[in-house]
């Protein structure tokens, strides 16, 4: 077999290519002929038909030599603390942010040209509404938004001082088949499955669901061209959690009274999308699909593979 770490001068470096939005991104990069090194903590979680390579973002003289080898065009850093819940208050966050702005001048210094942040529409607050980056403000709540609020501002400042292109890219409510089962949509899907109890305890909140292929194919677009420094991906669609649940009962014939909806106050419903009027939203980038199409095709999937006893739990 031909070594697929050969001739990969002038890549784009996936930093996290093992995690949910980095295997998206893998796989767009592979399917538009991109030459791309996935690197990972745990790179057998990488097809091993990938170019990968072990990378601790915490290690210096590790984030020095992977950069000398593969002299990359275009490093988009995807690696940041994820633990389900714990990560909105995990001091790992500010570990996470240190090492990255380190690693976005290490970065420079090996001559690469643009360097991308993963953001968060969390950066913009619990509920702010319609948001917009070419107007709205952040309004940080927890560690992990002040955390990428802080990066975001100290990147965009190192890229000046060495003259080179970055971007920050806020991710809206990302989904779709690989993402955590504790999230909520495949914790969903997975008890309507068992017939197990459903709760719902926020119904009312509404959210960008955003698949991750159309993610994967906004990273991309942004990798390729030019964009303001700052964008929103996002479907530019509210939709309520209650609506979800719905569609996923109806498809899977879940009995709907074993569904316990507690009904918050106005004062805690979540409300935040992508302003339909933001860049990305004006260019020819779109969702490949409708959300129930994705929606549909989620459940079949995991219907499919629980048949075939090779779902993990």
């Given at each position: 077999?031909?070594?697929p770490?050969?001739?990969?001068?002038?890549?784009?470096?996936?930093v996290?290519?093992?995690?949910?939005?980095?295997?998206?991104l893998?796989?767009?990069?592979t399917?538009?002929g991109?030459?791309?090194?996935?690197?990972?903590r745990?790179?057998g979680?990488?097809?091993?038909?990938?170019?990968?390579?072990v990378?601790?973002?915490?290690?210096?003289k590790?984030?020095?030599?992977?950069l000398?080898?593969f002299?990359?065009?275009?490093?988009?850093?995807?690696?940041?603390?994820?633990?389900?819940?714990?990560?909105?208050?995990?001091?790992l966050n500010?570990?996470?942010?240190?090492?990255?702005?380190k690693?976005?001048?290490?970065?420079y210094?090996?001559?690469?040209?643009?360097f991308?942040?993963?953001?968060?529409?969390?950066?913009?607050?619990?509920?702010?509404?319609?948001?917009?980056?070419?107007?709205?403000r952040?309004?940080?709540?927890?560690?992990?938004?002040?955390?990428?609020?802080?990066?975001?501002?100290?990147?965009?400042?190192?890229?000046?001082?060495?003259?080179?292109?970055?971007?920050w890219?806020?991710?809206f409510?990302?989904f779709?088949?690989?993402?955590?089962?504790?999230?909520?949509?495949?914790?969903?899907?997975?008890?309507?499955?068992?017939?197990?109890?459903?709760?719902?305890l926020?119904?009312?909140?509404?959210l960008?669901?955003?698949?991750?292929?159309?993610?994967?194919?906004?990273?991309?677009?942004?990798?390729?061209?030019?964009?303001?420094?700052?964008?929103?991906?996002?479907t530019?669609?509210?939709?309520?959690?209650?609506?979800?649940?719905?569609?996923?009962?109806n498809?899977?014939?879940?009995?709907?009274?074993?569904?316990?909806?507690?009904?918050?106050?106005?004062?805690?419903?979540r409300?935040?999308?992508?302003?339909?009027?933001?860049y990305?939203?004006?260019?020819?980038?779109?969702?490949?699909?409708?959300?129930d199409?994705?929606?549909?095709?989620?459940?079949?999937?995991?219907?499919?593979?629980?048949?075939?006893?090779?779902?993990?739990?």
């Amino acid at each position: 077999m031909s070594n697929p770490l050969k001739n990969l001068e002038g890549s784009v470096l996936i930093v996290g290519g093992s995690g949910f939005i980095g295997k998206a991104l893998c796989n767009q990069l592979t399917k538009k002929g991109q030459k791309f090194v996935a690197t990972s903590r745990s790179p057998g979680k990488i097809p091993k038909s990938l170019p990968q390579v072990v990378l601790d973002i915490f290690d210096k003289k590790n984030r020095v030599e992977v950069l000398k080898k593969f002299e990359p065009k275009t490093v988009v850093l995807l690696a940041w603390e994820t633990k389900h819940q714990d990560y909105w208050d995990s001091k790992l966050n500010i570990k996470y942010m240190e090492s990255a702005l380190k690693f976005a001048e290490e970065s420079y210094q090996f001559q690469v040209s643009k360097f991308i942040g993963i953001g968060s529409m969390s950066e913009y607050g619990y509920s702010p509404g319609s948001c917009n980056s070419a107007r709205d403000r952040v309004n940080p709540q927890d560690l992990y938004s002040l955390t990428k609020c802080h990066m975001s501002n100290e990147l965009l400042s190192i890229s000046r001082i060495y003259k080179a292109d970055a971007n920050w890219v806020r991710l809206f409510h990302p989904f779709g088949f690989g993402e955590k089962n504790l999230r909520l949509i495949p914790s969903l899907i997975n008890n309507m499955i068992d017939k197990k109890e459903v709760k719902i305890l926020n119904p009312n909140h509404k959210l960008d669901f955003t698949h991750v292929t159309d993610i994967a194919c906004a990273i991309n677009l942004i990798i390729r061209g030019t964009f303001p420094y700052i964008t929103d991906i996002g479907t530019g669609n509210p939709t309520s959690v209650e609506s979800i649940v719905t569609l996923l009962a109806n498809h899977l014939n879940y009995p709907m009274q074993k569904i316990k909806y507690s009904r918050s106050n106005k004062l805690s419903e979540r409300n935040i999308y992508v302003d339909p009027n933001s860049y990305l939203n004006m260019t020819n980038w779109r969702p490949a699909k409708k959300l129930d199409e994705y929606l549909i095709d989620y459940v079949d999937a995991i219907v499919s593979l629980k048949n075939n006893s090779i779902y993990n739990f």
